[in-house]
Structure formats: structure tokens, C-alpha cells
């Protein structure tokens, strides 16, 4: 599956984020891929807050891992950004997290890819000429 849609302003965000939710309720793991400023933490935030995430959504860059309710469900956001090792991915507890049913979004999933389930809802965020935003969508089958 691929898909490939575009917000010209942030306003555009929640249209894409109907659009997606379908997809993230049925893989509940996602990796988002992007150069620093691109969305992915906005996107996130935005997500969270259609799935229901009461109160504030914050970027994990220092944290590592932020956690939200969403209903009864459990929210993981999570960016790899400062982690340089795999070894210090395994000691997240990232595997542990992947193979639970909470649903997990990760932004910079380059060090961990491996460890990402084939069941990974995959979500290329780019900036177009005019800084639209480019969110190119997949799944590998």
C-alpha cells in the first residue's frame, strides 16, 4: 500500500490525519521519517488529539518516550533522535513496547529499524518547493 498526500498549510493536518487514522488504528505502530522541522512531532500532536489524548502532547526529543492515554488505549511517542547506539535502544525496551498492543509512534526510526514489527504503518514527511508537505505514505506486505 502506498499513498501519497499533501498539506499545503497546517490546517491541512487534520484532513490528512482522517485520512491516516484508519491506517494507524489497524497497524498501531508508526515510524515517521523526516529532516528536523519537517512535521512529524506537529503531525503526532494532531493525531493524538483526533484518537482522543486529552491534555498536552509534547516532543519526547529529551525524554525519549512519552506516554498518553487515549480511551482506554495506551499512547507511546517516542523519538530516537538522540540515541546513537543499538544498544541503547535495546535498552529502551522498544522491542517490548513493538510487541505490545499500545500503539507506538516513532519519530527517527533509522537506528531501530530492524526492530520495527512487519506491521509498521511507515510515514515520509517532506517539504515540497513551496513548503507544503509532502506525506508519502506506506506499508510493506
Known amino acids: 500500500m502506498r499513498k501519497q498526500l499533501i498539506a ?12 491516516l487514522t ?17 512535521g512529524k512531532t506537529t503531525f503526532i500532536k494532531v493525531l493524538c488529539h483526533k484518537m482522543g489524548v486529552e491534555g498536552n502532547t509534547a516532543s519526547p526529543t ?4 512519552n506516554e498518553y492515554l487515549c480511551g ?3 499512547v ?12 541503547e535502544v535495546h535498552s529502551l525496551g522498544l522491542m517490548e513496547l513493538f510487541e505490545g498492543n499500545s500503539y507506538c509512534f516513532v519519530e527517527w526510526p533509522g537506528i531501530a529499524e530492524e526492530y520495527f514489527p512487519e506491521q509498521t504503518l511507515w510515514i515520509k514527511i517532506s517539504t515540497g518547493e513551496n513548503e507544503e508537505r509532502i506525506f508519502d505514505v506506506f506499508h510493506i506486505e
Request: glycine fraction near 4%; aromatic fraction near 8%.
Open 72 to 74: 482506554e488505549e495506551t
Open 22 to 38: 484508519p491506517f494507524v488504528k489497524k497497524y498501531k505502530k508508526v515510524a515517521l521519517i523526516g529532516e528536523i522541522g519537517a
Open 76 to 87: 507511546h511517542h517516542i523519538d530516537l533522535y538522540r540515541l546513537n547506539t543499538k544498544e
Open 8 to 19: 499545503l498549510t497546517i490546517a491541512d493536518l487534520d484532513q490528512i490525519v482522517l485520512q
Open 62 to 65: 529529551y525524554s525519549i518516550i
